[in-house]
T-cell receptor
């Protein structure tokens, strides 16, 4: 069966510091991968999605970037964090033949 | 008009009650409909997945889609305290856009 991992689970970072969040998927090949941010009262905001290695589509221009160095690895990065980057970051995958997505456990980021 | 509307609640019911959660949408191209359950500080978990109109039942959960009214529902019978969570609806038109459209979620509390 497929499993999706995210780490770290929780992160507290100072403003201006860099960021790297990692997501890996097991048990499937060539998944579509997604990064979301979830803020209280604002629902799920799609940040990036990828349909293959090195292929990244950005949904919202912002302080963040994404990379997909391997088939089942998706990385969310920032060179300098802003206070507004705080939130709950979720990675998801799709590609089991159904038009749906499966989410990871999430990373809670607090920028101080 | 937002693409997907979902009453954020909060909704509080006694244990054993029948719960009805709803979403309306505006895009008639949507064909795939999902309900996710999200416990506090966790990633969303796929609960129900349906295609086109009709009903789908899984244990105490029933998903209903009315495409003519652009309205979907999730019914929970014999609700339990463990059902306390945020419920998100999501939908997709299929094809190759790879993206789901989410409601903002309804917070449900089932009181023992």
């Amino acid at each position: 069966s497929q499993t999706i991992h995210q780490w770290p689970a929780t992160l507290v970072q100072p403003v201006g510091s860099p960021l790297s969040l990692e997501c890996t998927v097991e048990g499937t090949s060539n998944p579509n991968l997604y990064w979301y941010r979830q803020a209280a009262g604002r629902g799920l905001q799609l940040l990036f999605y990828s349909v293959g290695i090195g292929q990244i589509s950005s949904e919202v221009p912002q302080n963040l970037s994404a990379s997909r160095p391997q088939d089942r690895q998706f990385i969310l990065s920032s060179k300098k964090l802003l206070l507004s980057d705080s939130g709950f970051y979720l990675c998801a995958w799709s590609g089991d033949g159904r038009e749906t997505q499966y989410f990871g456990p999430g990373t809670r980021l607090l920028v101080l | 008009q937002k693409e997907v509307e979902q009453d954020p609640g909060p909704l509080s019911v006694p244990e054993g009650a029948i719960v009805s959660l709803n979403c309306t949408y505006s895009n008639s191209a949507f064909q795939y409909f999902m309900w996710y359950r999200q416990y506090s500080r966790k990633g969303p978990e796929l609960l129900m997945y349906t295609y086109s109109s009709g009903n789908k039942e899984d244990g105490r959960f029933t998903a209903q889609v009315d495409k003519s009214s652009k309205y979907i529902s999730l019914f929970i019978r014999d609700s339990q305290p463990s059902d306390s969570a945020t419920y998100l609806c999501a939908m997709d038109s299929g094809g190759s856009n790879y993206k789901l459209t989410f409601g903002k979620g309804t917070l449900l509390t089932v009181n023992p």
